[in-house]
C-alpha cells in the first residue's frame, strides 16, 4: 500500500480563489469505495494501492480540465514502502512517538 500526496493547481483562472477547483477534484475520491484520504491545506493525501491511486489522481487532474482550465499542474508525491505497509496514520504516529510528551 501507498501513501501519495496529490496537489492539483489550475492556471490561469478568473479569480486566485482555487477552492472551487480542489473540491471538484475531490469529488472524484468522495466517489471512490475503500479509499483513504484526508485533505490538507495544500494538497490531498491518499492512502491505497499504487496504481489504483495513481489512476486516481489522473482523474483529479482531467476533473479540473471538465471546469473550463486551460492549464493544469499536478504535483504527485508518493511513499511506497516494500518491507511493511504504510498509512497515513501509521506514519503520523511514529513521528509523535519520536517527539513524546512535547508534542501537541
Not at 501513501?3 to 466517489?31: C, F, H, Q
Not at 495513481?54 to 473550463?68: P, Q, R, T
Amino acid at each position: 500500500m501507498a501513501v501519495v500526496e496529490v496537489t492539483v493547481i489550475p492556471l490561469g483562472t478568473k479569480t486566485p480563489s482555487i477552492s472551487e477547483y480542489v473540491a471538484r477534484a475531490l469529488d472524484v475520491l468522495r466517489e471512490e469505495k475503500d479509499i483513504k484520504y484526508e485533505l490538507t491545506s495544500t494538497g490531498t493525501i491518499i492512502e491505497g494501492d499504487l496504481d489504483k491511486v495513481l489512476n486516481l489522481a489522473k482523474k483529479m487532474h482531467e476533473s479540473v480540465f471538465d471546469e473550463g482550465v486551460s492549464r493544469v499542474i499536478t504535483i504527485i508525491r508518493v511513499d511506497d514502502r516494500r518491507d511493511k505497509q504504510l498509512s497515513i496514520k501509521g506514519k503520523l504516529k511514529s513521528v509523535k512517538k519520536k517527539l513524546g510528551k512535547s508534542f501537541n
